[in-house]
């Protein structure tokens, strides 16, 4: 089973609250390095990393995972990054 | 005039280049991708000149505004000081007769600026003297007219933009090897 490693980024009720249909981070992700993370509101609210495009909840998925990426939301309705182990 | 050299507003726009091939790659999605440019379009002087436009400059403030909140603590240390910075700005009034070329040319470039205020797809740089802004913005406009005569007051504030750009990174730590389960995501 694959495992990753997890970075919060944003409350979701935060960002869609500032009324912003995107939102650019620059974060220092340890172990990974310093990423431009863009955050979008559209049907749903996505993350756009290195080329991959994630969106949250798309077909009820939570977690939903692609191209060694997952994006989930938790009970606290924060976002958060996955970025898949190599090992 | 000063040193021969009338005071300048200059008008700069520009046209943001979007790139919708960064995501739409891999997923397939027709998605907006990155602003990876800004296309500079010709810029447009103004000269505030009585002969050239027939606007001559009355007055000009210059205005810093800061929002400062002091709070003492349970434990009677040095109060906390918070400040936010609310405005930089500079203020020109100006007068014109109605039929200038100068005021023409102000109410026109000001309704080409309103639908540009949100994309940022302009700036708007003003030299005289000391009081100068480069690549500001603008925060308000206005044209009166005195009564009974054919005069105009032009009222412009521009707000100045940050003199370096800073990124700001934060550095965000790792919760290592999680497998992920819909029924159960990490965080709770």
New interface residues.
Partial sequence: ?????????INVDDFEATGLVSK?L??????IG?KTI?I?K?NFI?V?ID???LSLEVNG???F???GY?V?????N?L?L??L?AS | MLNGIDPIIIFHFSKLVTDGK??A???K?P?T??ILSSLPLPAIPIYLSEKITGLYIDTEERNIDIDTSIETTALADDPVINQRGINNSVKISMLASRDSLGLMLFSALADLIFPKVTSKEYAISYLHGAVTVFQGLIHSFAITQDPGTDKYNITLELLKPGTATK??????????????D?AK????
């Fill in positions: 089973m694959n495992t990753y490693d997890c970075y919060k980024l650019e620059s974060l220092f992700l340890t172990g310093l863009l979008t559209g996505s756009l080329d991959v495009f998925k939570n977690p995972e692609f191209g997952a989930f939301k938790d009970p606290n924060d958060w996955g970025v182990n | 960064v995501a790659n891999k997923t999605l998605v991708g990155s990124i700001q990174s934060t550095e965000v730590s790792a919760v290592k090897n999680v497998t992920l819909a995501v990490p965080g709770t």
